[in-house]
């Protein structure tokens, strides 16, 4: 970059900034969910923030009384990593450290009035984690999961000796999975009880594996899975779990069950909802969850196996007479997951809908042809967690495009809502930024009306012209949400200059199946024509908008379909892209480790399938590629392995077209790091602001 290129973007910067920076997006206080005792008078949740001053994370677990909204510090110990309640006044937490065994660590128990009155309840040899409690008349049940030996012992890493060689061999599929190599160890869950004498909790009897017995069952699901995917039974003498096949390769396969076993584990677990004559449903389970009497369970199942996105389906399964019911079958909205009203009548359902995750309430007696009823409108962002404080109170935890998880309450029968913790008032870094600065648009796509947001900086003025950040999300089987975004914010985008364009063509989800659907074997297809009559359609209806000032940046898919940009004439509508960890060629996809994704999407296999593979290549169309392009991929992306952005580099240095590239040795798919994300954000900004300057 020239001297002359330097200086305007210098100008560039110091003209049009605004008070919310990738340093305030990164750093701002990042809060869990609210979770409630059961009278609902407080509320623990955990919060971290990063400071870039001192180049250092500080976190507590906090309360908050549902009443005033009232904060205050319960646990300021960096050591604490998980609360959950035991009584009213009283909490069951994880200490990270183990005075008496290496990488162990120590359940504590905790009065809630005054945290000093603590005491070490249970002393566990792993580094176990995900812990869920229910108080029984005799104490405390609990679950916990971690990495055990094949012979079910918990495995702990730190009391090994490192071996002498490095090697890793092996003989079936999924060598690796996410940011990780596959070793002999599964996660499973182990169970154990404090029994109460004289109000004080101890341990009783040592953990049990819940999977001894059973071999290739792992949970929680890797590698997101967590607390979500198990359940211990309120009167805590059974847990339900959710598993992939244990037989089926899990690299070629999403087919996944619910299990029951006693928390004892006395018996071996037991699969509820195999396939069978009289039950169709294939694909992958999630979210099983009991209801209050304990006499049924809800769960969320897909129908095929080896399509990960496909519709999540409601079911309730009766413990007594093992029957199950479908609900709702018919209703098409991109279900995320469900849970239960205190008395167990209403099955509470969080699913997106138009780019927003949308509460809804449906009877757990409910005809199959009765849907649920939206609780939450389209005016407030996404709710990320709602629990029941009584039948007819919500603590809901919500999040926008503009603010990061608050909390309030919501009264159903009245539908008044009242904030009990606003992140826009209480962080100096999310003050300047407003919900006036979102909105949203619908135009008509390749085959049907196409629905996108605007993302405009604050003290917007519609006279000037403002250059258009595009972003396109991935997935592709995912959306642009009015929800909160540390690693893509379109408002940060915005307040950097831009208006930020973020539009959810075909494929994307909450918008029906057919939509997301429509997006196998067409991934070049409809998403771009959606995309290019998207740009258009701004063009034309918003006058502020500097078509000579475009550029797109996208990630995973949204870097695929950047690259695919790239090599088509919309590419030279921009004047810069990035693409994120993206596709460099379709016929390299072998090379990921949920081998199901590909052979869903190009419907079929490289070798038997070949066609549908080369259909959609970026790298087929290289010979045009002539935009400035900054182009990140990092080393432990093993879902879409590192030369795939280190070919697109190299094939646009060959090209002679300007171009840079970033790499993070340490990051997987995902940068999350804050000193990184700040690193990406400014070179991501930085090669935005260069291209758009320099014309
Ligand atoms: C965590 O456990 C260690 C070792 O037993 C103990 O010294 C420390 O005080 C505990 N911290 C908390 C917050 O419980
Ligand atoms: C299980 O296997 C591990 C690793 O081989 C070993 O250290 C442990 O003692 C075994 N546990 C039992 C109960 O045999
Ligand atoms: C998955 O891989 C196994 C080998 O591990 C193979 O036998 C099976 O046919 C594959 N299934 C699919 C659906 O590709
Ligand atoms: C199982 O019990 C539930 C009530 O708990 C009832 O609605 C359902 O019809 C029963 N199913 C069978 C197959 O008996
Ligand atoms: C949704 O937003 C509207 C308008 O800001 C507000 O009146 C209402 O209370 C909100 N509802 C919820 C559930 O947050
Ligand atoms: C996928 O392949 C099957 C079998 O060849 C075919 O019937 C189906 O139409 C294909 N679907 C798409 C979207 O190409
Ligand atoms: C390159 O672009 C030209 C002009 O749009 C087009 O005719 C040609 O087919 C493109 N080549 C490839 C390989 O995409």
């Known amino acids: 970059m020239g001297i002359k290129a330097w200086i305007s973007v210098v100008s560039f910067f110091c003209g049009v900034v605004n008070g919310f920076t990738p340093e305030q997006l990164i750093s701002a206080p990042?809060?869990?969910?609210?979770?409630?005792?059961?009278?609902?008078?407080?509320?623990?949740?955990?919060?971290?923030?990063?400071?870039?001053?001192?180049?250092?994370?500080?976190?507590?677990?906090?309360?908050?009384?549902?009443?005033?909204?009232?904060?205050?510090?319960?646990?300021?110990?960096p050591e604490v990593s998980e609360v959950v309640w035991i009584a009213d006044n009283a909490v069951l937490y994880i200490n990270g450290t183990n005075a008496d065994i290496a990488g162990g660590v120590e359940l504590w128990v905790s009065d809630i009035t005054d945290s000093s009155i603590r005491y070490k309840a249970a002393s566990l040899a792993a580094p176990l984690a995900n812990l869920k409690a229910v108080s029984t008349p005799s104490g405390v049940s609990y679950a916990v999961s971690g990495l055990a030996y094949p012979n079910g012992t918990a495995y702990n890493a730190e009391i090994l000796e490192e071996p002498l060689s490095s090697a890793r061999i092996y003989d079936s599929l999924f060598v690796r999975h996410w940011d990780t190599y596959i070793?002999?160890?599964?996660?499973?869950?182990?169970?154990?009880?404090?029994?109460?004498?004289?109000?004080?909790?101890?341990?009783?009897?040592?953990?049990?594996?819940?999977?001894?017995?059973?071999?290739?069952?792992e949970s929680p699901v890797q590698p997101f899975g967590g607390t979500s995917d198990f359940d211990i039974s309120p009167d805590g003498q059974k847990v339900t779990f959710l598993s992939k096949d244990p037989v089926l390769n899990p690299a070629n396969n999403t087919a996944s069950y619910i299990y029951l076993v006693p928390h004892s584990g006395l018996e071996k677990p037991v699969a509820i909802n195999l396939p069978s004559e009289s039950y169709s449903p294939e694909g992958a389970s999630a979210s099983p969850v009991f209801s209050p009497s304990g006499k049924t369970l809800a769960y969320l199942q897909q129908d095929e196996n080896g399509y990960e996105s496909d519709k999540n389906k409601i079911y309730v399964y009766d413990l007594e007479n093992q029957s199950i019911s479908v609900l709702s079958e018919d209703w098409d909205r991109s279900l995320e997951s469900l849970s239960w009203s205190k008395d167990g009548k209403i099955l509470l359902l969080i699913a997106g809908e138009y780019g927003r995750g949308k509460l809804w309430a449906l009877p757990a007696t409910a005809k199959n042809a009765e849907k649920p009823k939206a609780i939450t409108g389209t005016e407030n962002g996404s709710v990320g967690l709602a629990v029941p404080l009584s039948d007819d109170e919500l603590l809901l935890s919500t999040s926008s495009f503009v603010s990061s998880a608050g909390f309030s309450r919501l009264q159903l029968s009245s539908g008044e809502v009242t904030t009990l913790l606003d992140p826009n008032a209480i962080d100096a870094e999310l003050k300047g930024i407003s919900k006036s600065s979102v909105g949203d648009f619908w135009y008509q796509g390749a085959a049907s009306k196409v629905h996108g947001w605007i993302i405009k900086p604050e003290g917007f003025d519609e006279e000037k012209k403002y250059p258009i950040a595009f972003l396109i999300h991935g997935g592709p089987q995912d959306s642009w949400a009015d929800a909160w975004n540390t690693r893509w914010s379109p408002k940060v985008f915005a307040e950097q200059g831009y208006v930020s364009i973020a539009i959810n063509p075909?494929?994307?989800?909450?918008?029906?199946?057919?939509?997301?659907?429509?997006?196998?074997?067409?991934?070049?297809?409809?998403?771009?024509?959606?995309?290019?009559?998207?740009?258009?359609?701004?063009?034309?209806?918003?006058?502020?908008l500097d078509a000579d000032r475009?550029?797109?940046?996208?990630?995973?898919?949204?870097?695929?379909?950047?690259?695919?940009?790239?090599?088509?004439?919309?590419?030279?509508?921009?004047?810069?892209?990035?693409?994120?960890?993206?596709?460099?060629s379709t016929l390299n996809q072998i090379t990921s480790e949920e081998l199901y994704f590909p052979q869903h999407d190009f419907n079929g296999t490289l070798w038997d399938d070949r066609a549908n593979f080369e259909r959609w290549d970026p790298a087929a169309h290289i010979v045009n590629w002539s935009t400035p392009q900054l182009v990140i991929h990092n080393d432990l992306d093993y879902r879409l392995p590192f030369p795939e952005g280190l070919a697109v580099f190299n094939a646009l240095q060959v090209r002679g077209v300007p171009s840079r590239f970033m790499n993070f040795p340490d990051e997987n798919h995902l940068v999350l790091n804050p000193e990184n994300s700040l690193v990406w954000h400014k070179e991501v900004i930085g090669w935005i602001n260069k291209w758009i300057a320099d014309i």
Do not use: C
């Open 30 to 77: 990042r809060r869990t969910a609210a979770i409630p005792n059961s009278v609902g008078d407080l509320a623990i949740y955990y919060v971290s923030s990063y400071s870039f001053e001192t180049h250092k994370n500080t976190h507590t677990w906090n309360l908050l009384d549902l009443g005033t909204g009232d904060t205050s510090v319960l646990f300021p110990e």
């Open 183 to 217: 070793t002999p160890q599964r996660y499973a869950i182990f169970a154990g009880s404090l029994s109460i004498s004289n109000g004080v909790y101890s341990s009783s009897g040592g953990l049990k594996n819940l999977f001894s017995g059973i071999e290739g069952l």
């Open 506 to 544: 075909t494929g994307s989800t909450g918008y029906g199946k057919e939509f997301e659907d429509a997006i196998q074997n067409d991934w070049g297809g409809a998403p771009y024509v959606d995309l290019v009559k998207g740009f258009e359609y701004i063009l034309e209806t918003y006058p502020f």
């Open 550 to 584: 475009a550029v797109a940046l996208g990630a995973s898919y949204g870097g695929y379909m950047v690259n695919w940009i790239q090599g088509h004439d919309f590419g030279r509508r921009f004047k810069a892209l990035v693409t994120h960890d993206g596709v460099f």
